[in-house]
């Protein structure tokens, strides 16, 4: 059986799963805190991991190999 209540990811407040808009999360505000702070996460990896000025041009990541 499925919960009839959720926690709000972002701030942990519980909502009814069945009828919410922004499920999982209780509210549009929280949804995008979330969403922000994902793309913020990804966008510090490659950050912290590429050291400053020793970033090779390699292949394409967005470019599917060829089969
Ligand atoms: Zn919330």
Do not use: H, N, Y
């Not at 490659?46 to 190999?65: I, Q, W």
């Amino acid at each position: 059986m499925s919960p009839a209540t959720v926690s709000c990811p972002t701030c942990g407040r519980e909502l009814e799963w069945v009828g919410a808009p922004f499920r999982p999360f209780c509210s549009e505000r929280c949804r995008l805190i979330d969403l922000g702070a994902w793309f913020s996460e990804q966008r510090a990896i490659p950050d912290e991991s590429t050291p400053a000025g020793a970033a090779p041009a390699e292949a394409d990541p967005t470019e599917p190999p060829p089969k």
